[in-house]
């Protein structure tokens, strides 16, 4: 079982950064996909990114490709999302995501553990 916690959100204005974290409890297999979305009232659940657990490398959605970073720390067992140059349409609620032998990773479908969310809303 795997058990994720977001923090780290917070009003930022625009232009602003901030550093979310997912704390992960439990055993992660090297074949763990860890995923970020986030969803803003009344949309659906957006895909932000996904980061390899066993070899680092991220990838990520086209409206925020370099200006936000995804990375994980193994031995805090954390995976964190820095958002650089933040947009009012970055405001959302972020949610971290996790699941084995993901195929299809943009779909939040994929993934069976999720986070509790965290807020982030950026202001004029």
């Known amino acids: 079982q795997v058990q994720l916690v977001e923090s780290g959100g917070g009003v930022v204005q625009a232009g602003g950064s901030l550093r979310l974290s997912c704390e992960v409890s439990?055993?992660?297999?090297?074949?763990?996909?860890m995923g970020w979305f986030r969803q803003a009232p009344g949309k659906e659940r957006e895909f932000v990114g996904i980061?390899?657990?066993?070899?680092?490398?991220?990838y990520y959605a086209d409206s925020v490709k370099g200006r936000f970073t995804i990375s994980r720390d193994i031995a805090k067992n954390t995976v964190y999302l820095q958002m650089n140059s933040l947009k009012l349409e970055d405001t959302a609620v972020y949610y971290c995501?996790?699941?084995?032998?993901?195929?299809?990773?943009?779909?939040?479908?994929?993934?069976?553990?999720w986070g509790q969310g965290t807020q982030v809303t950026v202001s004029s």
């Open positions: 995501a996790a699941d084995r032998r993901v195929r299809a990773p943009m779909n939040p479908k994929e993934y069976d553990y």
């Open positions: 439990g055993r992660l297999f090297s074949d763990y996909t």
């Open positions: 980061i390899n657990w066993s070899t680092g490398s991220p």
